[in-house]
C-alpha cells in the first residue's frame, strides 16, 4: 500500500524548533519531488518548500527563507522539514505531498500532487 505518513508536530514556544517527518511506504521517495504545506485556521493551504528528485533542488517560501531546511535521507525513505525560530504565524497543520511541481515561487506546487500524508499539528505560543 502506498503511504505518506507524516509526523514531529507539537506545541513550541515561539524562538523554538521542530523537525518534522514525511515517511513513505510503498514507494521511493527519491524518485518523487516531495513538498511541504501548511494550512492555518481561515486560511488557505500554502507550499512550504520541495525538494526535487535526482538533483536535490530545494526551494522555500519567502516567510521561511533562512528558517526551515528540508532534507531527504534515502536510506530512511524520508523526507524532514527542520524548522527553527518558529514565530507565531507558523501555526499550522503541515501536510507532506509527493510528485509535486517543485519550481521557485512554489505557487502550482500542489497541482499534480499525487499522495498527501494525513497531517501534522504545530502549534507555536507566546
Known amino acids: 500500500e502506498v503511504q505518506l505518513q507524516a509526523s514531529g508536530g507539537g506545541l513550541v514556544q515561539a524562538g523554538g524548533s521542530l523537525r518534522l517527518s514525511c515517511a513513505a511506504s510503498?514507494?521511493?521517495?527519491?524518485?518523487?519531488?516531495i513538498g511541504w504545506f501548511r494550512q492555518a485556521p481561515g486560511k488557505q493551504r500554502e507550499g512550504v518548500s520541495c525538494?526535487?528528485?535526482?538533483?536535490?533542488?530545494?526551494y522555500y517560501a519567502d516567510s521561511v527563507k533562512g528558517r526551515f531546511t528540508i532534507a531527504s535521507d534515502n536510506a530512511e525513505n524520508t523526507v524532514y522539514l527542520q524548522m527553527n525560530s518558529l514565530k507565531l504565524e507558523d501555526t499550522a497543520v503541515y501536510y507532506c505531498a509527493s510528485d509535486v511541481i517543485c519550481i521557485p515561487g512554489l505557487q502550482v506546487m500542489g497541482m499534480a500532487a499525487e499522495y498527501w500524508g494525513q497531517g501534522t499539528l504545530v502549534t507555536v505560543s507566546s
Open positions: 510503498g514507494f521511493t521517495l527519491d524518485d518523487y519531488n
Open positions: 525538494i526535487s528528485s535526482g538533483d536535490k533542488r530545494r
